[in-house]
Structure formats: structure tokens, C-alpha cells
Nanobody
Framework: QLQLVESGGGLVQPGGSLRLSCAASGFTLSLYTIGWFRQAPGKEREGVSCSSALDGSTYYADSVKTRFAISRDNAKNTVYLQMNSLKPEDTAVYYC??????????????????????WGQGTQVTVSA
């Protein structure tokens, strides 16, 4: 059974850091492009970052560029999202998702959520004093 499980969310003060993990089971994560999305209450789900399986490129939304970093540990079949200098507006449920770019084709960015095939259950990140 193909599954993605996020962890690492929590409550952090503004300016703090968190590292989210996305662990895959049932498939080899290194073959898939992995995207991180977030959804705040009353807002649409937005793409935050992704790591391409085709060429290793990484992409970031302008709102998180220079603060967030995506990385992979293929031995652990896990992708991480390091989040630094967190702001209250980063508060959201964070999801990781996987897409096979051999099917979808390359994208110059995260791409829309509907293109992704597999999703985790989400992890809550709350940035508040």
C-alpha cells in the first residue's frame, strides 16, 4: 500500500524553526517528485516547495524562499522541509504529496495540487507567540 506520512509539526514562536518529515512506504520515493503544500483555514491549498525526481531541481514559493529548504534522504525514503524564521502567516496544515513526473512531465515549479497522485494526512504548524 502506497502511503505518505508527515510528522514534525507543532507550535512554535515567531522566528523559530521546525523540520517536517515526509516518510514514504510502499514505493520508492526517489522516483517521485515530492511537493509540500499548505492550507490555512479559509484559504486554498498552496504549493510551498518541491523536489524534482527528474533532475534534482528544487522550487520554492516566493513567500518561503530563503527561509525554507527541501531535502531528501533516499536511504530513509524520506523528504524533509526545514522551516526557519517562521512567521504567523506560515500557520497551516502542511501536506506532502508525490507525483510521477515520468507521467506528468517536468514542471518549472511545484505545479497544481490536482496533478499529485499520493498525499499524506497533513501535519499542523502553528506559529504564535
Amino acid at each position: 500500500q502506497l502511503q505518505l506520512v508527515e510528522s514534525g509539526g507543532g507550535l512554535v514562536q515567531p522566528g523559530g524553526s521546525l523540520r517536517l518529515s515526509c516518510a514514504a512506504s510502499g514505493f520508492t520515493l526517489s522516483l517521485y517528485t515530492i511537493g509540500w503544500f499548505r492550507q490555512a483555514p479559509g484559504k486554498e491549498r498552496e504549493g510551498v516547495s518541491c523536489s524534482s525526481a527528474l533532475d534534482g531541481s528544487t522550487y520554492y514559493a516566493d513567500s518561503v524562499k530563503t527561509r525554507f529548504a527541501i531535502s531528501r534522504d533516499n536511504a530513509k525514503n524520506t523528504v524533509y522541509l526545514q522551516m526557519n524564521s517562521l512567521k504567523p502567516e506560515d500557520t497551516a496544515v502542511y501536506y506532502c504529496a508525490a507525483v510521477d513526473d515520468r507521467r506528468r512531465g517536468p514542471r518549472n515549479g511545484v505545479g497544481p495540487a490536482y496533478e499529485y497522485d499520493y498525499w499524506g494526512q497533513g501535519t499542523q504548524v502553528t506559529v504564535s507567540a
